[in-house]
DNA sequence: CTCCGTGCAAAGCATTTGCATCCAT
DNA sequence: ATGGATGCAAATGCTTTGCACGGAG
């Protein structure tokens, strides 16, 4: 398995995006979140903070640091919302209750993924999939 | 669990949905279809095939068929687009090339939604999962 | 020195909503 | 008759885009 751990804040010229006030302002807002923002939240979080951003700017940099994979991007109510990858897995659980994203355990799905494929033909994207339900904080409080 | 298979058009009133033309045109062409439908879709067909609907109307109805569990609704590059669910099967398998979505065999889902909620304490709305990839058909055409 | 990145404001678009009218029950 | 359903148009709200300026490499 190839580790990716996303680097701090640096190495960004290393993907070819350049280091910006800006970007390392909304990576760092990002960073250590287990709930992912939305461009909206981030522009208000860094204005609010006291830095000086555009909300366009915001839009553009999370699509641009999503699309170099430093950040993975979901769909939340009809919203897309961001948040740092902190490893190279990209199944994720999302609960609907708290908005708490935990990572599968790769080993668990992969299995899955591959009777899935042979039994249906149907080839999943292993590395994209994002299952709903309740996190285990969540369905303990339910009880 | 509550079996909900869908009346081929009929039987609204039984669910609280009031029998109008309109919802009849909109269940009407949606019909058979395999790929979902956005409202702005549903509309032009209807219009188009000599209809009167307002779009407005189509987005109500169709939240509310959704809602009353006639419709499956999906989210297809950040817009909302129905399918009517052939069976109570909720879980399905979107391929992303050519929009085709089937049901995922149930048998095949929930052993492993028990594991993973036994492994990680998350537990996955069974009745909702949409698992993207390529169909059978597509991953043939791709080789 | 060159472009990529930024800011601001305007534009785009899917979806929602207010309100008067209409029709299914 | 009565309240849900419809149509139209205006409004909402997230996201994108045009354009000139600024800063990273």
Redesign the pocket.
Known sequence: MTETAPPADAS??AIG???????QAILTALTGRTHPM???AVHTALTGAGH??????V???L??LAEVGLLHSFEVGG??AYRRCPDTTHQHLLCDKCGLITECPPHLVDAWLTELRATTGFTPHADRIDLHGHCADCTAAAR
């Open positions: 960004l010229p995006v350049r280091t910006t006030r800006q970007r939305t461009a909206q000086r951003i555009g909300l366009s700017t839009y553009r940099a699509h641009r919203e897309r």
